[in-house]
């Protein structure tokens, strides 16, 4: 009897850090698929996807009032204007879109540098107040413990964002046309769909995701002069170690991170500033000759 | 005959860039010294990136890694163990090649965009820990009070902005000879062969993996004895000093100065940064969105990029959708080796 209560005395502690890092990682998920289909399609290292995240969370404290009503004009608003980004993006690539990826990824940053100023221009420097809708400003009790209800209904969310996000890219023409683009580029050129159209199409695509993820996530993530920085560094480290176009490893990658962001920190304070650079040096060492192939053709 | 000619005017022009970098401090006033100081450290990593993203084809976002890690070993260094130049900067460097060499694994196996990915994450983790580790690195507070440097054993410390400067210049200047010298050795020829034609040189018994691990720690010790010379020009460091926005804009520098050469990385690297300390001085607030800019406008008038590395243009009509550009492969490389 003693030893079982010990053991769920050990537990404990560690359940709600342990439920926090599921809705980072959901979150860090929904933001990094649009950095995985961008690079994976488009084969872009787009340094400005931080920002397109940047754009719903300002959006979103914008626009949030504590209602409903507020939450749904948030979304739209937010995914339309990081969509519309997006699409801008992927118009300012067209000139050097046979050059190099040198230039290609110098000319993201470049974006990203400028839009980020735009943004605390018109937001200003301060990191601005998020306000949830009134009915998930509460707590819940799970096992004994509060935690706020926002995150709960968050996951909830996240992880049908999840599943819709898989059910498109497996079973749609669209998605089809996206996991055919990236396995021969040229063959889909040959079926009349035009490369410059599929690029568009995936920064689009790419910016509503990270626009989404930026307006459902701002009580999380919140918006702030780092969180391009903040979330552009979490994604990549997700697609690195996700496996490059993977969607089932792109998730585990994020839950894994999620966790380590969360859970990790409280097990093991001293540590903390090294884990998330551990894991990402553990799993490519071991991975590494297995990833090379697929990275060569990638 | 006219490739001589190019050479001598080449040289002559480098001499005269030498001559007025070392006259230098009597023609300018002390701030602007010590910001010159400054931007001779950031070349040298401009220098390193140059050596990766365009000898050894591995473009790279992530040389502030062990640019910092170099920096602070020195810092380290300096306020606990030794005030000696030579000390200093041997440590630095080794720190940074430790650094290149813990993350080679990560590295070595992947090419083109991926390596810009992995090493901008790893780049970006190494400020976190640098932000986060206060015990060592003070945290984003940095290092203040670092001691001034005796370059030498007996000699005296270097006081004032132009004794900085000349001491940086010189390091940069040795660093820089030794670099070209190896570039015109066998090792050298062996990395270009490599961004060449991969494949090809594999097939000749190459161990191509081998050498790039070399390139990579090689880059790591520039890099860090860089880090080296930013300490003793500013006298404190912080996390600040090595963000991604550095890492971004020294690539830009390497790829204005043609990937390859290590000259123009130098002169690339140090006018991209002498931009933006001119623009964060005459536009505060403004000063990124005039940046990010120029960053675009600078991608379209550079239509050659890293084809320039070559020597040669890419012939019109070579599309180049995939990661890894298989075109002009420079046999006259290979060749040369095979002799």
């Known amino acids: 009897m003693i030893a079982v209560a010990a053991g769920t005395n050990r537990i404990d502690p560690y359940l709600i850090p342990a439920l926090d890092g ?37 959006t979103a404290a914008a626009l949030l009032d504590g209602g409903w009503a ?17 699409v801008l993006l992927a118009g300012l690539l067209t000139p050097v879109a046979t050059g190099n990826h040198l230039s290609q990824a110098l000319l993201t940053f470049g974006v990203a540098l400028a839009g980020g100023s735009l943004l605390v221009a018109g937001f200003g420097p301060d990191n601005p107040q998020v306000q949830v809708p009134s009915a998930l400003e509460g707590s819940v009790m799970i096992a004994g413990h509060r935690y706020a209800a926002y995150r709960l209904v968050f996951i909830v969310v996240a992880a049908v964002l999840a599943a819709a996000l898989y059910l498109v890219v497996r079973r749609t023409r669209a998605g089809m046309l996206v996991r055919a683009a990236v396995d021969d580029p040229e063959m889909v050129a040959c079926l009349g769909v035009s490369p410059a159209r599929i690029r568009a199409g995936v920064l689009a695509a790419a910016g509503a995701l990270a626009g989404a993820a930026g307006v459902l996530g701002a009580p999380i993530i919140g918006p702030g002069t780092g969180t391009a920085d903040t979330v552009l560094l979490l994604s990549l480290v997700v697609v690195v170690l996700g496996g490059l176009g993977s969607m089932a490893g792109t998730l585990l990658a994020a839950l894994a991170i999620g966790e380590i962001q969360t859970l990790g920190v409280a097990l093991l304070p001293s540590a903390a500033p090294f884990l998330l650079f551990a894991a990402m040096a553990a799993v490519l060492a071991v991975r590494a000759r297995g990833l090379a192939g697929r990275w060569r053709t990638a | 005959m006219r490739g001589e ?33 400054r931007t001779l450290a950031l070349a040298l990593v401009g220098v390193s990136v140059a050596l990766l993203t365009g000898v050894a084809g591995m473009p790279t976002l992530g040389q502030t890694a062990p640019y910092a890690a170099g920096a602070y070993a ?86 004032d902005d132009q004794a900085r400067y000349l001491y940086a210049l010189a390091v940069v200047a040795t660093l820089v000879g030794a670099v070209l010298v190896l570039l015109r050795t066998r090792a050298g020829l062996v990395l270009r062969a490599g961004r060449d ?24 010790a520039i890099a860090g004895a860089a880090g080296s010379l930013l300490v003793v020009a500013q006298q404190y460091i912080s996390p600040a000093d090595f ?55 600078t991608v379209y008038l550079l239509p050659t990029g890293v084809n320039r590395a070559r020597g040669r243009l890419r012939p019109p009509g070579v599309p180049a959708l995939q990661a890894n550009p298989p075109a002009a492969p420079d046999q006259a490389t290979v060749a040369e080796l095979r002799r």
């Open chain 2, 197 to 220: 034609d991969e494949t090809r040189l594999r097939a000749s018994g190459h161990r191509v993996a081998l050498h790039l691990s070399g390139a990579h720690i090689a880059a790591g």
């Open chain 2, 74 to 159: 020195c810092a380290v260094v300096g306020s606990r163990v030794s005030d000696v130049g030579v000390v200093q900067l041997v440590v630095a460097a080794a720190a940074g090649a430790l650094l290149a060499a813990l993350t080679v694994p990560l590295v070595v196996h992947a090419r083109g965009v991926i390596v810009l990915m992995i090493t901008l994450a790893i780049g970006e983790l190494v400020v976190i820990v640098l932000g986060r580790w206060r015990s060592v690195t003070g945290g984003t507070d940095g290092l203040a009070g670092i001691p001034a440097v005796r370059p030498f054993w007996g000699l005296p410390a270097l006081a």
């Open chain 1, 22 to 58: 599921v809705a980072y990682g959901l979150l860090v998920f929904v933001a990094a698929s649009g950095l995985v289909v961008c690079f994976g399609v488009a084969n872009i290292l787009n340094l400005a996807h931080g920002l397109l995240y940047a754009i719903g969370g300002y």
């Open chain 2, 5 to 37: 000619v190019i050479r001598r005017v080449r040289g002559g022009i480098a001499a005269l860039v030498l001559v007025g970098l070392v006259v230098a401090p009597w023609v300018v006033d002390d701030y602007t010294t010590s910001i010159l100081a």
């Open chain 1, 70 to 86: 507020s939450l749904a004009l948030a979304l739209a608003v937010g995914v339309l204007a990081a969509a519309a980004a997006g």
């Open chain 2, 243 to 297: 963000g991604f926005d550095t890492s971004a804009l020294l690539l830009l520098g390497v790829v204005i100065g043609g990937t390859a050469s290590v000259g123009g990385a130098l002169v690339g690297a140090a006018l991209v940064i002498a931009v933006r300390d001119w623009l964060f001085g005459v536009l505060p607030g403004h000063a990124p969105l005039v940046l990010g800019a120029l960053f675009v406008a």
